[in-house]
């Protein structure tokens, strides 16, 4: 079976070498160039990776052009920056194999020190409350690491192309009375300087959009 992995991508050039290097048997990397200027998709690109442009700036778009693109029954998203590592992508994908859920997040779990910015932290304890209150699922964190069926995923009607998408995933699945469920993964230090949850900033645009997902 032949797994698309969606990597949204905005300049994490120095990082993608590690990324492709770690893609497990079956896995097939879908890099998303979300406006890159150091040369991310030529790099992605070198190494075999298909590579999609996207010139409309936002996670969400970066995320959705993936899933358009993506031809596989089953679909993975996964950060860009190293902090996630592509070898446990099985882990996410097995229980969808199994039928025992439609939706599965990596539950994640520092490594080392300073791995999870406290500012980052602390956003995602307080989404991941106001989830399980709005929905009843059990989910401790809403993780970037996550898998689930294409065509399911297409059906759920995404909008949100900002930060709000993941969050939107989760919360237009749970309305449609999937089984979403958690297995954790290692979450190491990110290579480079993090342009959104390593800051204050970052953390605060990133509680706004998915606030907005919650209010709708």
Same mark, same amino acid.
């Given at each position: 079976?032949?797994?698309?992995?969606?990597?949204?991508?905005? #300049?994490?050039?120095?990082?993608?070498? %590690?990324?492709?290097?770690?893609?497990?048997?079956?896995?097939?990397?879908?890099?998303?160039?979300? =406006?890159?200027?150091?040369?991310?998709?030529?790099?992605?690109?070198?190494?075999?990776?298909?590579?999609?442009?996207?010139?409309?700036?936002?996670?969400?778009?970066?995320?959705?052009?993936?899933?358009?693109?993506?031809?596989?029954?089953?679909? =993975?998203? =996964?950060?860009?920056?190293?902090?996630?590592?592509?070898?446990?992508?099985?882990?996410?994908?097995?229980?969808?194999?199994?039928?025992?859920?439609?939706?599965?997040?990596?539950?994640?779990?520092?490594?080392?020190?300073?791995? %999870?910015?406290?500012?980052?932290?602390?956003? #995602? %304890?307080?989404?991941?409350?106001?989830?399980?209150?709005?929905?009843?699922?059990?989910?401790?964190?809403?993780?970037?690491?996550?898998?689930?069926?294409?065509?399911?995923?297409?059906?759920?009607?995404?909008?949100?192309?900002?930060?709000?998408?993941?969050?939107?995933?989760?919360?237009?699945?749970?309305?449609?009375? %999937?089984?979403?469920?958690?297995?954790?993964?290692?979450?190491?230090?990110?290579?480079?300087?993090?342009?959104?949850?390593?800051?204050?900033?970052? =953390?605060?645009?990133?509680?706004?959009?998915?606030?907005?997902?919650?209010?709708?």
């Amino acid at each position: 079976m032949t797994v698309d992995v969606i990597f949204p991508c905005l #300049n994490e050039a120095p990082a993608l070498p %590690w990324i492709l290097d770690r893609m497990p048997s079956g896995f097939r990397p879908i890099v998303v160039d979300n =406006c890159s200027t150091d040369g991310s998709g030529d790099v992605a690109r070198s190494l075999g990776a298909t590579v999609v442009p996207e010139p409309n700036r936002g996670f969400g778009a970066a995320a959705h052009a993936g899933l358009l693109a993506a031809t596989s029954d089953l679909v =993975c998203f =996964c950060d860009c920056d190293g902090s996630l590592d592509p070898k446990q992508l099985p882990r996410l994908t097995a229980p969808l194999a199994a039928g025992q859920a439609e939706l599965v997040l990596g539950r994640r779990a520092a490594t080392q020190r300073g791995a %999870w910015p406290l500012p980052a932290r602390v956003a #995602n %304890w307080e989404l991941a409350r106001r989830v399980r209150r709005r929905t009843g699922l059990g989910l401790r964190d809403l993780g970037p690491m996550r898998a689930a069926g294409r065509e399911a995923l297409l059906g759920l009607d995404l909008a949100d192309r900002r930060f709000g998408y993941p969050l939107e995933m989760v919360m237009n699945a749970a309305a449609a009375g %999937w089984r979403v469920s958690e297995v954790e993964v290692s979450y190491l230090p990110r290579v480079g300087k993090s342009k959104v949850t390593g800051t204050v900033g970052g =953390c605060i645009r990133t509680v706004r959009d998915m606030s907005g997902v919650l209010a709708r």
